[in-house]
C-alpha cells in the first residue's frame, strides 16, 4: 500500500472513531400513573403505557446508561405504578398508539398530559427506601458509646 493510501486511511479512521460520549446521570423515581378518558373523565382500564428514553446523536455522540424502557397495562381502575428516570434528554410516553414527550420536571413534580383520546395523570410516590437526612450525634456521645475501643487511639505510654 503506498504511502498516501495508508495516511488517508489513517485520517478517515480516526475522523470516523472520534466523537463524543456521555454517561446519563439520572435517578428512577416510582410515579403512579392515572389514564382516564379525556371526553367522560371515566378510567381507561386495559390501556398499555410505555415509556422510552432518546437522544439526538447524529452520528457523533454515543450515551451511556441510557434508562431502560418499560411497558406495563393499566388495572381496571386505569392506574399503575413506572419507575421513571429524570433523563435529561427525550422522554417518550406512549398511552395506546400515541405519544406525548415528557419533560423532567413532569417526572420530579408530577403533571397531567394530554394524548388524545387520553388524559394521563402523573403523581410522584414517595420512595420507601429514600435516604432521609438524620441529625448527627453529638461527638462526646459516639466516644462514649467507643467505650474501651477508644483506648486503641491513646499514645502508649514509654516506660525508661
Not at 16 to 28: D, K, N
Not at 113 to 128: D, G, I, N
Request: aromatic letters at 8%.
Amino acid at each position: 500500500m503506498s504511502r498516501f493510501a495508508t495516511c488517508a486511511l489513517l485520517l478517515l479512521g480516526a475522523v470516523a472513531l472520534s466523537g463524543c460520549v456521555g454517561v446519563s446521570m439520572h435517578s428512577l423515581h416510582p410515579t403512579r400513573v392515572v389514564v382516564t378518558d379525556a371526553g367522560s373523565n371515566e378510567p381507561a382500564a386495559n390501556v398499555p403505557l410505555s415509556v422510552t428514553y432518546d437522544y439526538d446523536s447524529y452520528g457523533w455522540f454515543k450515551m451511556f446508561n441510557v434508562p431502560a424502557s418499560e411497558a406495563v397495562v393499566t388495572d381496571s381502575d386505569g392506574s399503575t405504578v413506572m419507575n421513571l428516570a429524570d433523563f435529561r434528554y427525550r422522554i417518550i410516553l406512549r398511552v395506546g398508539e400515541e405519544r406525548a414527550f415528557l419533560g423532567k420536571a413532569a417526572i420530579l413534580e408530577g403533571a397531567v398530559v394530554s394524548v388524545p383520546p387520553y388524559k394521563v395523570a402523573l403523581t410522584p410516590m414517595k420512595s420507601s427506601n429514600a435516604l432521609q437526612p438524620t441529625a448527627m450525634p453529638p461527638l462526646h456521645s459516639l466516644m462514649a458509646s467507643l467505650g474501651a475501643a477508644g483506648q486503641v487511639f491513646k499514645k502508649p505510654r514509654v516506660r525508661a
